[in-house]
C-alpha cells in the first residue's frame, strides 16, 4: 500500500473550506497572556473534529481521535490511522494558537481567510492553521480510501505552542502523561517549520532580566547620582562581550547549516519614569540568549550569574572603564558608600536540537523533499521550538519541517503559499509511503 500513499494529494476545497474556518477562529486563538490573550484552542479544533467525525470508529470510519484537555477549552488533539503492526510514523507539533495581530497594522482583516492569487492571507495561515488543515485534510483523504497498511500514521494537534508562561497545557503536558510514548516506534516529524526544505537544526532559548539599581538624583548633581541607565549598557556591553568568548560558533554549526551562531541580545528596555532632570534609579534590561544546540543551556545560566556577581563584587571596577561617559559617571558614591547593584532573572528555557543527520527518520524527509520540490536544502535557524530536545533525549527519532513562510511568520499581513502547501501533502505522503515500504520487505 505504499504505491497508494504515494498518489495523496490535497483536496484543495475542502483544505480552503477548513483553512476558512480556522482563521475565522483565529482572534479567539491569540495568545499572550501579558496582553490579556488568553486563547480557546478548542474554537479551532473543534472544526478539525468535525472535518473528520464521519471517518472516525464511533462512526465506523478507521480514525481514533482524541482530544486531550488539561485546561477547559484548551485541547489537544490526537488523530491516528492504524495500522497492522507496531510500526509508526507521526506528525506532531502543528499548533492550534496563534500570536496576536493588530489589525489597524494589516492591510486586510487578519481573522478571516484572504485568496489573492496563490498567496492565503491570514492569521495563523503560516503559523500554523495551514499545518492542521493540511494534515486534517491528509487524514480524511486516507480514512475515505481505508488502505490497509502495517504502519500506524498519527497527527498530534496542541495546545499553547506560543506562549511558554504557563505549562501543563499542550505537549509538555502530553509528554508527561505518557500520550506520546507510542510514537518512539518510528520517526517524529515536527511540523512547525517553514520553507519546505528539511530543518536540521534550532537553537536553544534562555530568556532573562536585569535590575539595574542606581541612585536618584538631580541630573545637574550627577556625582551624588548613580545613572541606572548608564549602568544597564555597561553591563550589556560587559556580559555581551564575554558571551562571545565562552559561546563562539561551533564548528558543527556550519556542518548542520546554522545561519547564525549563539546570541545574547537585549529586546526590551525600561527605566523609573520621572522628570527630564532626574537621574532615573531603576533600568531594568530583558532580553535573551539563543544558543546552538551543541552547548547546555545550563552552561549559559551559570555563565550569567558569574558575570552578574563579578559586576556587583566591584561595579566601578569592572565597569568604569569600559565607556568613555566622562568624570561624573560613576556606579559608586564614594563618600556616602552608596553602590550601583543588579539583579538577574533567568527564566526556565530549552535546549536547541541538532537532529540526527543519520537516521531513517532524516533520509525519508531527504528524500521525500527531493522527490517532490526536485531539490533540497537543509538549514537550521536560531528560533527555538518547544519540547523537541527533550524528545530527542528520550529516544525519538525527532525530525523538522514545515510548509509555510518564514518571511512572514508572526508577521502583519501574514500569509502562506497554496502551491507549497499542495506540495507539502505530497511530500507527507511520500515520508509515510517510504515508512511504509520498508515494513514490506
Given amino acids: 500500500m505504499s504505491t497508494f500513499l504515494e498518489g495523496i494529494e490535497m483536496n484543495e476545497e475542502r483544505f480552503i473550506s477548513l483553512l476558512r474556518q480556522l482563521v475565522g477562529e483565529s482572534r479567539h486563538l491569540q495568545n499572550n497572556p501579558a496582553q490579556g490573550l488568553i486563547p480557546r484552542e478548542d474554537c479551532a479544533s473543534d472544526h478539525v473534529l468535525r472535518a473528520l467525525q464521519p471517518y472516525s470508529v464511533e462512526n465506523g470510519g478507521p480514525l481514533v481521535i482524541e482530544r486531550v484537555t488539561f485546561v477547559e477549552g484548551r485541547g489537544n488533539v490526537i488523530i491516528k490511522y492504524p495500522g497492522r503492526t507496531d510500526k509508526i510514523v507521526s506528525f506532531v507539533g502543528s499548533h492550534l494558537d496563534v500570536v496576536p495581530a493588530n489589525p489597524s497594522q494589516w492591510d486586510r482583516d487578519p481573522f478571516s481567510l484572504s485568496i489573492e492569487g496563490d498567496l492565503l492571507y491570514g492569521r495563523g495561515s503560516t503559523d500554523c492553521l495551514g499545518h492542521v ?45 505518557g500520550y506520546l510514548d507510542a510514537l518512539k516506534g518510528g520517526p517524529v516529524y515536527w511540523i512547525d517549520a517553514a520553507d519546505s526544505h528539511p530543518c536540521q537544526g534550532t537553537a536553544g532559548v534562555i530568556p532573562w532580566k536585569i535590575e539595574c539599581h542606581g541612585r536618584l538624583f538631580h541630573s545637574g548633581l550627577p556625582h551624588k547620582a548613580i545613572n541606572s541607565i548608564e549602568l544597564a549598557t555597561d553591563v550589556l ?61 545550563s552552561q549559559a545560566r551559570l555563565a550569567m550569574e558569574r558575570w552578574i556577581a563579578e559586576i556587583n563584587a566591584d561595579p566601578q571596577g569592572t565597569l568604569g572603564g569600559l565607556s568613555n561617559r566622562g568624570p561624573h559617571s560613576k556606579y559608586v558614591v564614594e563618600d556616602e558608600n552608596i553602590v550601583g547593584k543588579l ?30 520540490l526536485k531539490e533540497v536544502k537543509p538549514y537550521s535557524i536560531g528560533g527555538s521550538l518547544p519540547l523537541v ?22 508577521a502583519d499581513n501574514e500569509c502562506a503559499s497554496l502551491t507549497d502547501l499542495k506540495r507539502a501533502t505530497k511530500i507527507i505522503a511520500k515520508i509515510a509511503s517510504i515508512i511504509e515500504a520498508k515494513t514490506e520487505n
Fill in 133 to 177: 488543515a493540511l494534515l486534517t485534510d491528509f487524514f480524511a483523504t486516507l480514512a475515505q480510501a481505508r488502505p490497509e497498511l502495517n504502519t500506524s500514521i498519527v497527527a498530534v494537534f496542541i495546545a499553547n505552542e506560543e506562549n511558554g508562561s504557563f505549562r501543563g497545557i499542550g505537549v509538555d503536558q502530553l509528554s508527561k502523561e
Fill in 237 to 297: 556591553n560587559y556580559i555581551q562581550s564575554k558571551f562571545y568568548v565562552e559561546f563562539p560558533r561551533d564548528p558543527r554549526e556550519d556542518v548542520y547549516n546554522f545561519r547564525t551562531c549563539s546570541t545574547l541580545k537585549p529586546t526590551q528596555i525600561s527605566c523609573t519614569e520621572g522628570s527630564l532632570n532626574q537621574i532615573p534609579p531603576v533600568c531594568t534590561i530583558q532580553g535573551d540568549i539563543r544558543l546552538a544546540p551543541f552547548y547546555d543551556i
Fill in 343 to 372: 539583579k538577574l532573572t533567568v527564566f526556565d528555557g530549552e535546549n536547541g536540537i541538532a537532529v540526527n543527520l543519520g537516521s531513517p527518520g532524516y533520509e525519508a524527509l531527504l528524500t521525500a523533499t527531493k522527490e517532490i
Fill in 389 to 410: 530536545r527533550e524528545m530527542q533525549d528520550h529516544g525519538f527519532d525527532l525530525q523538522i519541517a514545515g510548509y509555510g513562510m518564514s518571511s512572514k511568520y508572526h
